[in-house]
């Protein structure tokens, strides 16, 4: 049963979702491109309620007008009926969960682009090329849900793996779902290094940060260090040549970004800028919420093997996500981008959570 209150909530929302429809048809509007696109976002969430909203509202009218024939009716008629109320009442009931959902307040950043940051941990080259797998895992899953990535930079290991690589990662609910793939993840198989065909264990580290606008963190030019040196590794003409790699750092906090994957020294700056904000960021948050050692910290921990939020066994084809107790045996289908399942469950449990602290 909804309450008077949240019914009133829900429908000055539908009040809302009408205006914004109005408002995405005004001239002055469509001119204005933040504010168009701010409005868009705030329709499409908007007619989500509205739609659970119609789905509920019909489904007690369903359910009144069954009840309403059933003290008129007897036999088999009043079997088909009591059937009709009872499914009813079980549309009403789905439809009034999923408004309590949507009423939950958003994450502030479900809008924002979003920076993965991925390093190899424990395990020596078997960490790098463990990482390599990772970033290769995010790119075919982010191709299924139709999010662009974009490479920021990579530092290709001895092997071909990867000791760190940064991601910016844009698309509907980028953010939503890869905010649960921070933290240290563990791989347990027989590396290509090892010759006696024994199953090691390594980890890589993961840290997701909501991409920053410049007017949330302002960076005092004088309190930067910027060094530029030249590139190295693997690159086209001109990137091996010159002096187009930069490296930031904040004097303050002691936070180091270094760019290198583009030709241009200015473009390999404004990157590095971009993820020193998130970064920054990401700090302040967690300072905010008085958690020592900043977001990111909590997000990757140590990297050391016992810490872990998953677990990938190659042998067994197992993947486990600790944090729900989840076990899948589809580590292939995993690790080729098909991680909608251990997503969707994650999604759940937190909406579970968040509901329950509500009450």
């Known amino acids: 049963m909804i309450e008077p209150a949240v019914l009133a909530r829900l429908e000055a929302m539908e009040q809302e979702f009408t205006a914004c429809g109005d408002l995405l048809a005004d001239p002055e509007v469509v001119a204005d491109r933040d504010r168009y696109v701010a409005t868009t976002r705030r329709y499409r969430a908007l007619g989500q309620v509205v739609d659970a909203l119609e789905r509920w509202r019909s489904a ?6 069954a009840t309403e024939l059933l003290g008129e009716s007897a036999g088999d008629e009043a079997t ?3 059937a009709e109320v009872a499914e009813a009442a079980r549309a009403e009931a789905r439809a009034e969960a999923e408004l309590r959902e949507l009423l939950l307040p958003r994450d502030p950043y479900d809008d924002r682009d979003v920076i993965v940051e991925i390093r190899g941990a424990e395990g020596g ?3 790098n090329l463990f990482a390599r797998d990772l970033r290769d895992m995010y790119r075919a899953w982010a191709g299924r849900r139709g999010w662009t990535v974009e490479v920021l930079d990579e530092t290709v290991s001895d092997l071909g793996g990867c000791s760190e690589v940064s991601l910016r990662v844009s698309g509907d609910g980028a953010w939503s779902r890869l905010r649960f793939e921070a933290g240290p993840h563990r791989v347990q198989r027989v590396p290509v290094t090892e010759s006696q065909g024994r199953v090691h264990t390594s980890s890589a580290t993961v840290a997701v940060l909501p991409v920053a606008d410049e007017v949330e963190v302002e960076i005092d030019p004088a309190e930067l260090q910027v060094d530029v040196f030249r590139s190295s590794g693997p690159g086209g003409q001109s990137v091996n040549t010159t002096d187009s790699a930069v490296r930031i750092t904040h004097l303050p906090t002691g936070t180091t970004v270094s760019m290198q994957d583009q030709k241009s020294q200015l473009q390999n700056r404004a990157r590095a ?3 020193l904000r998130s970064r920054l960021l990401a ?3 967690a300072a905010q919420a008085a958690e020592a050692g900043g977001r990111k910290r909590e997000q990757i921990g ?3 093997r016992s810490e872990k939020i998953r677990t990938y066994n190659v042998k067994e084809n197992r993947v486990t996500d600790h944090r729900i107790q989840l076990t899948l045996h589809s580590l292939d289908r995993v690790l080729a981008g098909d991680l909608d399942a251990i997503s969707d469950a994650l999604l759940a ?3 579970a959570r968040r509901l329950r602290e509500e009450t």
């Open 80 to 82: 088909g009926l009591r």
């Open 283 to 285: 700090a302040a948050l």
């Open 302 to 304: 140590g990297g050391g």
């Open 349 to 351: 449990d937190d909406r």
């Open 273 to 275: 800028r971009e993820v």
């Open 60 to 65: 007690r009218a369903d359910a009144a007008a």
């Open 125 to 127: 080259e078997e960490a």
